[in-house]
């Protein structure tokens, strides 16, 4: 899992093959934590809608005992707790995840990739 592609370069096809990649990981993927600005935009949507799905703070808490993985649906990717298959409720887009040291290149990439407009 060490490609080097600037996420630049990285077509929408190749995200999906990152991504696809990423989600046949057979563990758990270690969660770093949430962007500054992306917290505040997910706690907004949370505050503003409650009930409509997961409480990012309570998905964070889940991030953090549980892991993460990748899942695509309908040609989406998202973020899910480990032991969650709600995309519905419990999922956050790669875009929102923090870069860190210590974790895998191709998660970066996808979270890089993610940031990029289309």
């Given at each position: 899992?060490?490609?080097?592609?600037?996420?630049s370069e990285l077509s929408p096809e190749r995200y999906i093959?990152?991504?696809?990649?990423?989600?046949?990981?057979?563990?758990?993927?270690?969660?770093?934590?949430?962007?500054?600005?992306?917290?505040?935009?997910?706690?907004?949507?949370?505050?503003?809608?409650?009930?409509?799905?997961?409480?990012?703070?309570?998905?964070?808490?889940?991030?953090?005992?549980?892991?993460?993985?990748?899942?695509?649906?309908?040609?989406?990717?998202?973020?899910?707790?480990?032991?969650?298959?709600?995309?519905?409720n419990d999922s956050i887009f790669p875009r929102f995840l923090?870069?860190?040291?210590?974790?895998g290149n191709e998660l970066k990439l996808l979270i890089r990739?993610?940031?990029?407009?289309?």
């Amino acid at each position: 899992m060490n490609e080097k592609i600037p996420s630049s370069e990285l077509s929408p096809e190749r995200y999906i093959a990152l991504a696809e990649r990423l989600s046949e990981f057979p563990g758990i993927l270690r969660f770093f934590g949430i962007e500054e600005m992306g917290y505040k935009k997910l706690k907004a949507e949370s505050d503003e809608f409650p009930g409509y799905a997961t409480h990012i703070d309570t998905l964070i808490k889940r991030f953090e005992t549980e892991g993460i993985k990748i899942v695509i649906e309908r040609g989406k990717v998202f973020v899910l707790p480990f032991f969650s298959n709600d995309i519905e409720n419990d999922s956050i887009f790669p875009r929102f995840l923090k870069i860190s040291d210590g974790m895998g290149n191709e998660l970066k990439l996808l979270i890089r990739a993610g940031k990029q407009p289309s």
